[in-house]
């Protein structure tokens, strides 16, 4: 197997004197989709934001791509070829659809065109002039995630991408996440709904407590539903 592409060890974070994350150990490699799975609360956001640097008091290693991400400053970690799409979206909500994609930079090469990100959203090529606030909440998914490929990253973290959203668009949202992978995106993704998350991972950690209690590939799934049972109510 190929070195990670994402390799984190004893990984400890803190919201002020909170102490959040308890020493996570993961690996994403080179073209996988990874799901990290758990209740509320057990750190799955938090482990993502840390990665990327947004909490700031933390320990332990992250690499990308051979990168320390620990000693890197906050506005070279995207640059470095992460894209995180938080829950909250961030889109910008007086901006079109059209002036939202054409505001990231670009970080790589290989970074998705207009078209191409039209042709894989075509919700959005049909609201490409409508501003934010007038996308309904899958639409603003949509956009958020279609911003993050316009730049080039190699990998994609994302946070509870279908939260609240009608079947039919986690339906094309998780088409859209096979796309991605097909074309040799790798993906950590935060995900509540497990029956989604069962059809687009490749591999599953499972948190609880602020540190990862087990990990396992699809091929194992069967046999750990008593767990996934005990810990997740699935």
């Known amino acids: 197997m190929s070195e990670p592409l994402l390799s ?12 959040a994350l308890h020493g996570v150990d993961l690996d994403v490699f080179p073209g996988e989709t990874v799901t990290l799975l758990g209740r509320n609360g057990v750190g799955k956001t938090t482990t993502l934001r840390a990665i990327m640097g947004l909490i700031r008091k933390r320990t332990g290693t992250a690499t990308f791509d051979g990168r320390d991400l620990m000693r890197m400053p ?8 992460i894209g995180f799409v938080p829950e909250e979206r961030g889109i910008f909500s007086t901006l079109s659809v059209e002036e939202n994609l054409n505001l990231p930079p670009v970080v790589a090469p290989g970074g998705m065109t207009p078209d191409e990100i039209f042709e894989l959203f075509p919700n959005l090529k049909a609201r490409r002039n409508s501003q934010g606030t007038k996308l309904s909440g899958g639409e603003q998914q949509m956009l958020a995630m279609a911003r993050m490929l316009r730049t ?3 990998m994609l973290l994302l946070d509870e991408p279908t939260e609240g959203l ?3 668009i986690v339906q094309r949202i998780g088409e ?3 796309e991605l992978k097909a074309r040799g995106m790798t993906i950590l993704l935060v995900e509540q709904n497990f029956r989604f998350a069962r059809r687009i991972a490749d591999r599953f950690y499972l948190m609880e407590h602020g540190k990862i209690t087990a990990g396992f590939p699809v091929a194992e799934l069967d046999e750990r539903m008593a767990l996934l049972h005990d810990v997740l109510g699935v």
Do not use: D, K, Q
């Open 8 to 19: 984190v060890r004893g990984l400890n974070a803190w919201y002020g004197e909170g102490h």
């Open 74 to 81: 906050l506005h070279h970690v995207a640059r470095a070829g």
């Open 152 to 154: 080039g990253v190699r």
């Open 166 to 168: 009608a079947p039919v």
């Open 176 to 178: 859209v996440l096979a």
